[in-house]
């Protein structure tokens, strides 16, 4: 009895110091405060056991099981890069000939359990990014379907490493489980307005991959300038560029960025703005612009793309035919905001046109005319297309597997009604217009929308509703 | 007759092509609005005649007249920093053997003429900082009466060198003489709500030069954390500082802000602000601050500087020894705004000391008890002030020459007539919060205040010495600080060098750009302004 009771005590003497009673002693316990997940995982449990991690030591590995494996360049390059992430600041010394001990975590096992891991492919709005952490030591693993899912648990899987007092890299004992809510999860950059480096791209980039977003929106040309060099087309960029040389994007920059964002699990969606924001193209094709006109004379200035002359489609779909090739996205982004009809008012020859195609005085016809000719060039390159919203509320005729972007804040909540009632996939970026700067933690703001505050009738029948958080436009 | 005619059409060619007569021809002229000059000098003259520049040739020498002369370290300094800016892209060769031609510009003479150019001195409040230019070929020369103009001067000098389209360096005919409008043209930053790492404050200092700023107003402390380490009392770091090794101001560092503003015509004034403001000062020094009182116990909390205990007074008089010796500048800000009375009406000595003074319930009479002997302790050290207006609202009695700075946007003009009225000179930052961040161009709104548009005599608005740009740490570090800065505070800039009269927003907007543009290529991550592009885009991260 006494022998029992003896063993009894052992027993919880060593159980409470593994922490799996209490939660709150010190020595190999950490304050449970220390671990700050971004974004937070849809289940988490994390106990107050402490593993160390020695940079000699740790190893991230492919599980045996998994069906990716050191020719899975996608991920090598991701063990590396999280290596560094979480040991680049040490000093790493050679191999150390110490036994390792019970406390520590000496691998991460990552299993890629489909068949195809996808090593070499692109990620998709269908893609499954759902993925299974298991801390314990001495091993820990990370379960996926495919490699974008452990792309997005080795981020997690980072962010659980922190340094205890002597600096030494700790992880406590964790489960995970987590998929994204929602699948199109975005950054718009604009590089037009300025021109961006391709560093700044690349930069960002690696932010986006820290924060689990998965889409690069490249608003790439508009009015003020076209970097991108077009093979087709060379004369855009040359004189659409601010600079035809210092700021342009090669192809070789396209590839660099396309590849850059592959590896991180971002799929990098062009948008080529047409028939208005196009000023940039003008100066490269001449004739694609509509000429305006002072009274009957034209005035020097154009407007937007000029929707009545076949070489305006015959360019676009040259032009479409290219960035279907360059860009491997299932998706283009089209475009289709903010167009202004003065110059095609004041045109006499878009005039006789809407007569002759019994438009009246409405110019959105028009516009859609155009818009409607677009999307199907565009959609036999096989390509699926996003618009602004203003090609939905316009009425043109969209493919069933358009994405609609709302993107103005006025009657937002009305807007995706709409568009959802209509059975068209949403994304919104109204909310998240981040160059538009305010003294102070503006951030909490666009913490606070909830992208499914708005009536929908049924709402278990609704189309998945996305989001993008845009910059400029 | 014939003769003279030949003699009338070939000096008539010459004269055109030199430009002297008309300023259209292509080849040797430029296009005048290609010089932007930021700020705009006082007075300005340009042609269209233009001299080419060589890196090999070209050279920034001491006028031999000039009582400046290679010893000067200062201005050996600024005649490498300003090459550097001017020819640092180029390739540089050895020394060609080519002749000199008419049209190059051989060099830039510098003549300080005051017998003392103050090589090894500090500028101050009354330093001369004119200037005249003149240039020609085959000398350029840049007359000042000491180093702090001749500064300004080379400044100047290298915003009116452009590249033509061979991207040679081009310079056209001209005469400059300048001087600045107001003698304080500063820029506040704050170390303390988040430690600003030297790299970025000298950084800065290197922008506020080619701006022109001349102060550097370093709000070292505060509530958040206190980073400067003293030698005397070395725990308000060792406590106060966000991590007492990393995120400090060893001596040394502070020591090479002070000489690397020194070296570009900058004053350093340390702002110490008490008695609020002082959260961080508690760490250290245990019982420097109010305990405030919950009911009739402690509440774990503590207030503004314990105005009732001589062991405040002993440790200020001390602590601003150490000050006044390691900061050279004739002025200390001491701060003085914001106090929040809550603790000290919350603590019962502190009533009881009220009522000993017979203050009765008015404790902004306490508050000036404070500040009253704080001042005096730093007279003592032979030091002149600048506070926030509060000190002055509060009716303490200030020294002639203290600076009172005005920073409550809410009756700006009022205060203005009022300090000036009362003999203090005065700075202006209410305006010029450039911690306001807002979407749009926002430079416009700080370009267009005039900071001697209140009711006031002329002898009062001579006692306005000029401005600081502020710009508040709350939402600002290393991360983001100087393209939040840059160029904003440039709009700042020439609305307290240049004249009154230079408002012309279209024509400020083409210059600023360039201007901008011309901070980046030398290194300086300012934001843009609008749309459009540099020539040389930003290289960093």
């Given at each position: 009895?006494?022998c029992?009771?003896?063993?009894?005590?052992l027993f919880l003497a060593v159980s409470?110091?593994?922490?799996w009673?209490?939660?709150?002693?010190?020595g190999?316990?950490?304050?449970?405060?220390e671990?700050s997940?971004w974004?937070?995982p849809?289940k988490f449990?994390?106990?107050?056991?402490a593993f160390?991690?020695?940079?000699?030591?740790?190893?991230?590995?492919h599980a045996k099981?998994?069906?990716?494996?050191?020719?899975?360049s996608?991920?090598?390059n991701a063990f590396r890069?999280y290596?560094?992430?979480?040991f680049?600041?040490?000093?790493?010394?050679?191999?150390?000939?110490?036994?390792?001990?019970?406390?520590?975590l000496?691998?991460?096992?990552?299993?890629?359990?489909?068949?195809?891991?996808?090593?070499?492919?692109?990620p998709s709005?269908q893609?499954?990014e759902s993925?299974?952490?298991?801390?314990?030591g001495?091993?820990a693993?990370?379960?996926?379907?495919?490699v974008w899912?452990a792309?997005?648990g080795?981020?997690?899987?980072s962010?659980l490493?922190y340094?205890?007092?002597?600096g030494?890299?700790n992880?406590?004992?964790?489960?995970?489980?987590?998929?994204?809510r929602?699948a199109?999860r975005g950054?718009?950059?604009?590089s037009?307005?300025?021109?961006?480096?391709l560093?700044?791209i690349?930069?960002?980039l690696e932010a986006m991959?820290m924060?689990?977003?998965?889409?690069?929106h490249?608003?790439i040309?508009?009015?003020?300038?076209?970097p991108y060099?077009s093979?087709?087309f060379p004369?855009?960029?040359?004189?659409?560029?601010?600079h035809p040389f210092?700021h342009?994007?090669?192809?070789?920059d396209?590839k660099m960025?396309?590849e850059f964002?592959?590896?991180?699990?971002?799929?990098?969606?062009?948008?080529?703005?047409?028939?208005?924001?196009?000023q940039?193209w003008g100066?490269g094709?001449?004739?694609?612009?509509t000429?305006?006109?002072s009274g009957?004379?034209p005035?020097?200035?154009f407007?937007p793309?000029?929707?009545i002359l076949?070489?305006?489609?015959?360019?676009?779909?040259?032009?479409f035919?290219?960035?279907?090739?360059?860009?491997p996205?299932a998706?283009?982004?089209l475009?289709?905001d903010?167009?202004?009809?003065?110059?095609?008012?004041s045109?006499p020859?878009?005039?006789?046109?809407m007569?002759q195609q019994?438009f009246g005085?409405?110019?959105s016809k028009?516009?859609?005319?155009?818009?409607?000719r677009?999307?199907d060039i565009v959609a036999?390159?096989?390509k699926?297309y996003m618009?602004?919203?203003?090609?939905?509320?316009?009425?043109?005729?969209?493919k069933?597997?358009?994405v609609?972007?709302?993107?103005?804040g006025?009657?937002?909540e009305?807007?995706?009604?709409?568009v959802?009632?209509?059975?068209f996939?949403?994304?919104?970026s109204?909310p998240?217009?981040l160059?538009?700067?305010s003294?102070?933690?503006d951030?909490?703001?666009?913490?606070?929308?909830?992208?499914?505050?708005?009536?929908?009738e049924?709402?278990?029948t609704?189309?998945?509703?996305?989001?993008?958080a845009a910059?400029p436009?």
């Amino acid at each position: 009895m006494y022998c029992l009771l003896k063993f009894a005590s052992l027993f919880l003497a060593v159980s409470v110091c593994h922490g799996w009673l209490f939660g709150d002693f010190v020595g190999k316990q950490k304050d449970l405060d220390e671990i700050s997940l971004w974004p937070q995982p849809q289940k988490f449990q994390s106990s107050a056991v402490a593993f160390k991690l020695s940079p000699v030591r740790f190893q991230i590995v492919h599980a045996k099981e998994s069906s990716a494996g050191p020719n899975c360049s996608l991920l090598e390059n991701a063990f590396r890069r999280y290596f560094e992430y979480m040991f680049g600041d040490m000093k790493k010394h050679e191999k150390s000939r110490k036994k390792v001990f019970d406390s520590d975590l000496v691998e991460l096992k990552v299993w890629v359990t489909s068949a195809d891991p996808e090593c070499d492919g692109y990620p998709s709005l269908q893609t499954d990014e759902s993925y299974e952490l298991s801390v314990d030591g001495p091993s820990a693993v990370l379960k996926a379907a495919n490699v974008w899912g452990a792309l997005r648990g080795l981020e997690t899987f980072s962010q659980l490493v922190y340094e205890d007092d002597y600096g030494v890299n700790n992880i406590n004992k964790t489960v995970i489980s987590d998929f994204p809510r929602f699948a199109h999860r975005g950054i718009l950059l604009d590089s037009s307005r300025h021109f961006l480096p391709l560093k700044v791209i690349l930069a960002n980039l690696e932010a986006m991959a820290m924060n689990k977003f998965n889409v690069f929106h490249w608003h790439i040309v508009d009015d003020q300038s076209f970097p991108y060099m077009s093979r087709t087309f060379p004369e855009l960029s040359q004189k659409g560029a601010f600079h035809p040389f210092t700021h342009v994007y090669t192809p070789s920059d396209v590839k660099m960025v396309i590849e850059f964002a592959r590896m991180r699990g971002i799929r990098v969606i062009p948008e080529f703005d047409t028939p208005g924001h196009t000023q940039s193209w003008g100066n490269g094709i001449t004739n694609l612009l509509t000429p305006c006109f002072s009274g009957s004379k034209p005035s020097g200035t154009f407007g937007p793309v000029n929707p009545i002359l076949n070489s305006s489609y015959e360019f676009m779909a040259q032009f479409f035919k290219e960035i279907s090739a360059v860009f491997p996205d299932a998706y283009i982004h089209l475009g289709g905001d903010e167009v202004d009809f003065n110059c095609w008012k004041s045109n006499p020859d878009v005039g006789k046109f809407m007569e002759q195609q019994g438009f009246g005085t409405d110019y959105s016809k028009l516009e859609s005319f155009y818009i409607q000719r677009l999307l199907d060039i565009v959609a036999a390159t096989n390509k699926g297309y996003m618009v602004w919203q203003e090609v939905f509320d316009n009425g043109v005729k969209l493919k069933d597997d358009t994405v609609v972007e709302v993107w103005i804040g006025n009657k937002m909540e009305e807007e995706l009604q709409n568009v959802t009632g209509a059975g068209f996939t949403t994304i919104l970026s109204a909310p998240w217009y981040l160059d538009y700067i305010s003294y102070g933690q503006d951030w909490q703001k666009y913490y606070k929308v909830e992208p499914l505050n708005f009536p929908a009738e049924s709402r278990h029948t609704d189309p998945c509703v996305e989001r993008t958080a845009a910059v400029p436009r």
